[in-house]
């Protein structure tokens, strides 16, 4: 049995927690969340440079060639400080579709600009207030050019190019958009949690070259989102032991009724129920890890697992870490809300939990997979 | 990070694998549970002789009494093996998980021999005497009396929920010996042979309708001082020795339907007219249910990995009895749930759901409550301080009491 990250990885984690605790400091979110700019550009070329936005791309395209594992390991420690940068999107979306269905021209011209960070990439899927279906999916090429509109699409503002699910002849397919081209028009829009960026995507007859095989659009998007779902619910998990600490520490340092607040056992057992929450979480993820780092066939179930109870988790721990700062937790001042924020942004990103509890189940149901993993 | 056993561990779970193959019958998905409990206690004893003769019994006992001294992992490569076939193994859970470490650390030399391997063997069956009336999560509340009387002490009071106290040969029995001190300060420690005059044992009727625990009553039951366990006094610090053992002890014996038998359910009960596997609001459940047992079953694999590789684990697996047993009660209502009406029918108590509903909120006290298991998550994991005590300096006799 050797379920746990390996020496060198725990090594790389050493590494970003120290790299993160000196450039993100919660400061650093909260200045994003308050201003006007779409991400920490400070902080994104800190990251550059360290070489994470490598990780994943293997060396003939311009990458250090590590493997999810890494990328997992990263991912907990963005999520644990909260990173204001596009990392999520262009790693875990924009490379890993690239990765997974681009042809080696698409791939020798894009996986060295997105390794080297002198490009950022997104995944344009939602189409407002709706699950995307094939009967909803209103954006189309028709003749190589696309039109239509997606939001909310997270780093839109600043991504160099969109991967974008469209209608066509061959039913639903994929399409990269640059996003400097004629026709695209970006517009920054609000949201729960204004220290990441989400924008709208207008193509008017924008150049759009196909991505993967024609019809194909909404496999490799469930490909795409399962694989995904695995590394935000490491950011999650993060998130999730980050608000936990909090409200310990909160908690160890109140007095009411003259003593810690956190010897009352209403506290210690909200506390003790979302360290429960978190370990079952950040099980299901290593769960998720092995399956993403080995394309494992248990791969769609560990990643609905995986997504379902870290989006739990952190939504648990964030808003009982504002419940245990009392009225402090409410304010503006405080950093609980950022949290609480992030974790709400995170658990709708890939789709509600809703989608990923019946795809969980799908899954459970297809297979012998229940027999295999209880 | 994969699941594989290491070459040693394999060539371990093969030599076990060729024990059980040879001796021993897969357990089937059909299985007969109709047996008395003497049935079972003649089949248990000859599988434990049967182990203990082919060096199979009590791994991680050191060989002169008994055991294997097997490492943790090997204990446990066994454990997932044996519990692959039909083979009874409850009687002795308590004894080898409990009573035995706790002989090991303070019994004398020539008692470990003379006691050790005939609990190895299953010759002798062993229970715990702790838990009392007005002491069960408050265990060092104990009022049980031990007095010194030249070179025996007489016990007067009453033990409970004593598992197994009704088929015991002897026991583990935590007294108090001195009521003018603090409650943690005057126990004493002691084995007892549990035929001793003056013991008295009544079986306690479960609402699940089985027998498992008892009360037991001392009435000036004698017992040699040679058989005290650790210095007069010093009973907290023995007792604490046992109940380190207890979770590993009781950690994985709960039983009951999971995600597969609730699916199976699903698939052949109805809402509306259509099978109930296809309702909404049976999914989002069995959705829930499947993530928790999934939780459960990957921080039990961390916690092989890091014994694997001779390591302590995390504290992760504190969350697995109290995440368990709700999860079983709540599961096993909602599979009645499923059965609409004829979910009242209780014909026979062979329903694995219904035997579930009945027998879960004892898997939630037994052990460690869910709320004092909560409290050692946060005390011993998350590092909160402990709730203020009034009980603590003050002699015993002074302490606040319910009765």
């Not at chain 1, 800190?46 to 999810?68: C, D, F, K, S």
């Not at chain 1, 999916?137 to 991967?163: H, L, M, W, Y």
């Not at chain 1, 939504?315 to 304010?331: D, P, R, V, W």
């Not at chain 2, 193959?21 to 000859?46: F, G, I």
Request: charged content about 20%.
């Amino acid at each position: 049995m050797n379920f746990e990250f390996s020496d060198d990885q725990n090594l790389l984690r050493d590494q970003a927690q120290g790299f993160l605790q000196r450039n993100c400091p919660i400061e650093a979110v909260r200045a994003v969340l308050e201003g006007d700019q779409a991400h920490d550009t400070k902080l994104w070329k800190g990251i550059v440079e360290m070489g994470w936005t490598a990780t994943t791309i293997p060396e003939n395209y311009g990458g250090i060639g590590l493997g999810h594992l890494e990328l997992c390991v990263l991912a907990e420690e963005l999520g644990r400080c909260l990173a204001p940068t596009p990392f999520s999107s262009s790693l875990y979306l924009a490379t890993e579709v690239l990765l997974m269905c681009a042809d080696d021209r698409q791939k020798q011209h894009w996986l060295p600009k997105l390794a080297e960070g002198v490009a950022i990439g997104t995944f344009a899927l939602a189409e407002g207030a709706k699950p995307p279906s094939k009967n909803n999916i209103e954006t189309r090429v028709q003749n190589g050019k696309i039109s239509g509109c997606k939001i909310p699409v997270p780093d839109g503002e600043v991504a160099d190019f969109a991967v974008v699910l469209a209608k066509d002849e061959a039913g639903h397919s994929l399409y990269l958009v640059e996003l400097k081209d004629q026709g695209v028009t970006r517009r920054t829009v609000k949201s729960v949690d204004p220290s990441r960026s989400y924008a709208e995507l207008s193509f008017a007859s924008s150049p759009a070259e196909p991505l993967g095989k024609l019809g194909d659009g909404f496999s490799i998007t469930d490909q795409l989102l399962n694989r995904a779902a695995i590394l935000f619910a490491f950011e999650q998990v993060g998130g999730a032991q980050a608000s936990l600490e909090m409200a310990r520490q909160y908690t160890l340092e109140r007095y009411a009724f003259g003593r810690p607040i956190a010897s009352f056992q209403a506290i210690k057992h909200k506390l003790a129920d979302m360290y429960i929450a978190l370990t079952l979480a950040h099980s299901n993820c290593y769960y998720g890890a092995w399956a993403l780092s080995n394309n494992a066939a248990e791969l769609p179930l560990a990643a609905a697992t995986a997504r379902v109870s870290a989006t739990e988790a952190f939504q648990l721990c964030a808003k009982e870490n504002i419940q245990s700062h009392g009225g402090m937790g409410f304010t503006w001042e405080f950093n609980c809300h950022l949290y609480y924020r992030r974790a709400k942004a995170t658990s709708l990103n890939l789709g509600s939990l809703n989608r990923w509890k019946e795809l969980l189940v799908s899954h459970l149901l297809d297979s012998n997979n229940v027999s295999k993993t209880l | 990070m994969d699941f594989n056993d290491t070459p040693q561990e394999a060539a371990f779970r093969a030599q076990a694998r060729a024990f059980l193959d040879a001796n021993a019958s897969l357990k089937t998905e059909t299985m007969a549970v109709q047996e008395t409990e003497a049935e079972l206690l003649v089949r248990a004893k000859a599988w434990q002789k049967l182990k203990a003769e082919n060096n199979w019994a009590c791994l991680n006992w050191p060989k002169e009494y008994g055991g294997r001294a097997s490492t943790p992992m090997e204990r446990i490569i066994w454990d997932q093996e044996e519990g692959l076939f039909d083979v009874p193994t409850g009687p002795f859970a308590i004894g080898l998980g409990m009573c035995g470490p706790t002989m090991i650390a303070y019994a004398s030399e020539e008692q470990k021999r003379e006691h050790l391997p005939l609990m190895a063997s299953g010759e002798h069956i062993w229970c715990q005497l702790f838990s009392e009336p007005s002491a069960g999560s408050d265990l060092a509340n104990l009022r049980t009396r031990a007095e010194p009387d030249g070179d025996e002490w007489i016990i007067n009071g009453q033990k409970i929920w004593t598992s197994g106290g009704h088929y015991a040969d002897w026991g583990i029995l935590v007294t108090r010996s001195d009521p003018d001190v603090p409650k943690h300060k005057g126990l004493t420690f002691f084995f007892v042979n549990m035929h001793t005059p003056g013991i008295e044992i009544k079986p306690i009727k479960q609402i699940n309708g089985a027998a498992n625990f008892n009360e037991i009553y001392f009435t000036d039951a004698r017992i040699p001082d040679s058989q005290r366990l650790g210095e007069v006094g010093e009973g907290w610090a023995v007792s604490i020795t046992t109940l380190m053992n207890e979770r590993l002890a009781v950690g994985n014996i709960m039983r009951g339907p999971d995600i597969p038998e609730l699916i199976k359910l699903a698939e052949n009960t109805e809402i509306d007219g259509k099978p109930a596997i296809a309702n909404a609001a049976v999914r989002e459940k069995i959705a829930d249910w499947y993530c928790q047992s999934s939780g459960l079953n990957f921080t039990n694999y961390r916690t092989l990995s890091a014994l694997s590789r001779g390591g302590v684990p995390g504290p992760e697996n504190s969350i697995t009895k109290v995440v368990r047993a709700s999860k079983q009660q709540d599961l096993a209502s909602f599979g009645l749930d499923l059965m609409d009406m004829g979910g009242i029918l209780n014909e026979n108590m062979d329903d694995e759901f219904l035997h579930t509903y009945l027998s879960s909120p004892g898997s939630r006290i037994a052990g460690g409550t869910d709320e004092i298991l909560r409290n050692i998550i946060a005390e011993r994991v998350l590092g909160l301080p402990q709730d203020i005590r009034i009980d603590k300096t003050v002699a015993f006799n002074e302490v606040p009491n319910s009765s």
